[in-house]
Protein backbone atom coordinates (compact mmCIF):
# COMPACT_ATOMS: atom_id res chain seq x y z
CA UNK A 1 0.00 0.00 0.00
CA UNK A 2 1.49 3.34 -1.02
CA UNK A 3 1.44 6.23 1.49
CA UNK A 4 1.20 9.55 0.20
CA UNK A 5 4.15 11.91 0.69
CA UNK A 6 3.02 15.00 2.83
CA UNK A 7 4.99 17.34 1.18
CA UNK A 8 4.55 16.04 -2.25
CA UNK A 9 0.79 17.04 -1.94
CA UNK A 10 1.51 20.38 0.05
CA UNK A 11 3.90 21.65 -2.72
CA UNK A 12 0.73 20.56 -5.21
CA UNK A 13 -1.75 22.10 -3.32
CA UNK A 14 0.55 25.33 -2.78
CA UNK A 15 1.08 25.42 -6.67
CA UNK A 16 -2.33 25.16 -7.05
CA UNK A 17 -2.94 28.33 -5.10
CA UNK A 18 -0.29 30.71 -6.57
CA UNK A 19 -1.76 29.66 -9.79
CA UNK A 20 -5.16 30.52 -8.87
CA UNK A 21 -3.98 33.74 -7.19
CA UNK A 22 -2.48 34.72 -10.65
CA UNK A 23 -5.60 34.10 -12.43
CA UNK A 24 -7.66 36.16 -9.52
CA UNK A 25 -5.20 38.95 -9.95
CA UNK A 26 -5.24 39.35 -13.95
CA UNK A 27 -9.22 39.35 -13.47
CA UNK A 28 -9.61 41.91 -11.20
CA UNK A 29 -7.02 43.92 -13.11
CA UNK A 30 -9.08 43.34 -16.24
CA UNK A 31 -12.13 44.74 -14.15
CA UNK A 32 -9.88 48.24 -13.12
CA UNK A 33 -8.78 48.50 -16.18
CA UNK A 34 -12.76 48.37 -18.17
CA UNK A 35 -14.08 50.24 -15.13
CA UNK A 36 -11.20 53.20 -15.44
CA UNK A 37 -12.38 52.90 -19.53
CA UNK A 38 -16.12 52.95 -18.49
CA UNK A 39 -15.88 55.63 -15.49
CA UNK A 40 -16.42 59.01 -18.07
CA UNK A 41 -19.35 56.82 -19.29
CA UNK A 42 -20.68 56.33 -15.84
CA UNK A 43 -23.04 59.44 -15.14
CA UNK A 44 -25.11 59.13 -18.40
CA UNK A 45 -25.56 55.34 -18.03
CA UNK A 46 -26.70 56.13 -14.43
CA UNK A 47 -29.19 58.56 -16.10
CA UNK A 48 -30.38 56.00 -18.58
CA UNK A 49 -30.41 53.07 -16.38
CA UNK A 50 -32.69 55.54 -14.06
CA UNK A 51 -34.97 56.64 -16.71
CA UNK A 52 -35.46 53.45 -17.91
CA UNK A 53 -36.48 51.59 -14.19
CA UNK A 54 -38.24 54.82 -13.83
CA UNK A 55 -40.59 53.81 -16.86
CA UNK A 56 -41.02 50.25 -15.90
CA UNK A 57 -42.20 51.35 -12.68
CA UNK A 58 -44.36 52.81 -14.49
CA UNK A 59 -45.39 50.43 -16.26
CA UNK A 60 -45.96 47.91 -13.32
CA UNK A 61 -47.97 50.96 -11.76
CA UNK A 62 -50.27 50.68 -14.69
CA UNK A 63 -50.74 47.05 -14.57
CA UNK A 64 -51.93 47.33 -10.89
CA UNK A 65 -54.63 50.13 -11.58
CA UNK A 66 -55.98 47.80 -13.97
CA UNK A 67 -55.99 44.68 -11.77
CA UNK A 68 -59.57 44.24 -10.33
CA UNK A 69 -60.52 42.76 -7.15
CA UNK A 70 -61.31 39.38 -8.44
CA UNK A 71 -57.80 39.37 -10.14
CA UNK A 72 -56.43 39.85 -7.02
CA UNK A 73 -58.25 37.48 -5.49
CA UNK A 74 -57.90 34.49 -8.08
CA UNK A 75 -54.14 34.92 -8.11
CA UNK A 76 -54.05 33.24 -4.54
CA UNK A 77 -56.94 30.69 -5.17
CA UNK A 78 -60.02 32.88 -3.93
CA UNK A 79 -62.94 34.01 -5.20
CA UNK A 80 -65.58 36.87 -4.05
CA UNK A 81 -68.62 35.51 -2.33
CA UNK A 82 -71.82 34.97 -4.87
CA UNK A 83 -74.95 36.73 -3.90
CA UNK A 84 -77.82 34.99 -4.18
CA UNK A 85 -76.79 31.62 -4.15
CA UNK A 86 -77.89 29.91 -1.00
CA UNK A 87 -80.23 26.99 -2.42
CA UNK A 88 -76.75 26.02 -4.04
CA UNK A 89 -74.75 26.18 -1.03
CA UNK A 90 -77.74 24.08 1.06
CA UNK A 91 -77.66 21.58 -1.83
CA UNK A 92 -73.63 21.65 -1.39
CA UNK A 93 -74.05 20.74 2.63
CA UNK A 94 -76.84 18.36 1.93
CA UNK A 95 -75.07 15.89 0.05
CA UNK A 96 -71.80 16.87 1.83
CA UNK A 97 -73.97 15.21 4.63
CA UNK A 98 -75.38 12.23 2.73
CA UNK A 99 -72.04 11.00 1.42
CA UNK A 100 -70.85 11.60 5.24
CA UNK A 101 -73.38 9.58 6.38
CA UNK A 102 -73.18 6.38 4.04
CA UNK A 103 -69.96 6.55 4.80
CA UNK A 104 -70.10 6.44 8.80
CA UNK A 105 -72.06 3.73 7.79
CA UNK A 106 -70.13 1.54 5.44
CA UNK A 107 -67.18 1.96 8.29
CA UNK A 108 -69.43 1.78 11.26
CA UNK A 109 -68.11 -1.52 13.32
CA UNK A 110 -70.52 -3.78 12.29
CA UNK A 111 -70.14 -6.86 10.26
CA UNK A 112 -70.64 -6.00 6.72
CA UNK A 113 -74.21 -8.51 6.72
CA UNK A 114 -75.37 -6.54 9.45
CA UNK A 115 -74.80 -3.26 7.61
CA UNK A 116 -76.19 -4.26 4.64
CA UNK A 117 -79.64 -5.46 6.86
CA UNK A 118 -79.74 -1.83 8.80
CA UNK A 119 -79.37 -0.67 5.05
CA UNK A 120 -81.94 -2.89 3.38
CA UNK A 121 -84.26 -2.04 6.56
CA UNK A 122 -83.73 1.89 6.25
CA UNK A 123 -84.51 1.71 2.62
CA UNK A 124 -87.61 -0.71 3.05
CA UNK A 125 -88.99 2.04 5.96
CA UNK A 126 -88.44 4.59 3.63
CA UNK A 127 -90.13 3.29 0.73
CA UNK A 128 -93.38 2.54 3.06
CA UNK A 129 -93.52 6.16 4.45
CA UNK A 130 -93.33 7.24 1.09
CA UNK A 131 -96.24 4.92 -0.19
CA UNK A 132 -97.99 5.93 2.85
CA UNK A 133 -97.35 9.62 2.00
CA UNK A 134 -98.57 9.32 -1.32
CA UNK A 135 -102.06 7.39 -0.57
CA UNK A 136 -102.39 10.36 1.97
CA UNK A 137 -101.51 13.14 -0.90
CA UNK A 138 -104.19 10.82 -3.83
CA UNK A 139 -106.98 10.97 -0.89
CA UNK A 140 -106.46 14.14 -0.59
CA UNK A 141 -106.41 15.13 -3.72
CA UNK A 142 -109.31 13.51 -4.62
CA UNK A 143 -111.02 14.95 -1.46
CA UNK A 144 -110.36 18.27 -3.01
CA UNK A 145 -111.37 17.37 -6.09
CA UNK A 146 -114.86 15.93 -5.19
CA UNK A 147 -115.77 19.09 -2.77
CA UNK A 148 -114.98 21.30 -5.76
CA UNK A 149 -116.92 19.15 -8.36
CA UNK A 150 -119.87 19.17 -5.94
CA UNK A 151 -119.62 23.05 -5.42
CA UNK A 152 -119.94 23.35 -8.69
CA UNK A 153 -122.59 20.90 -9.81
CA UNK A 154 -124.54 23.08 -6.77
CA UNK A 155 -123.56 26.86 -8.44
CA UNK A 156 -124.98 25.38 -11.93
CA UNK A 157 -128.23 23.64 -10.56
Known sequence: MDYLDA??????VANGARKLNGVAAEKIS????KISETAP??????????LD???KVLDVVGIIRRLGMDDVLGTVGLARKRRGAPFAA????????????GIGVLFAPKSGADTR?????GITSMLGSAKKMESEVIAKVDEKVGATLHTSAEKHN
Do not use: C, Q, Y
Open 7 to 12: GAVFDK
Open 53 to 55: MAH
Open 30 to 33: DTAE
Open 117 to 121: RAIKA
Open 41 to 50: KAPAAAKTFT
Open 90 to 101: MGSFGAGLAVGA
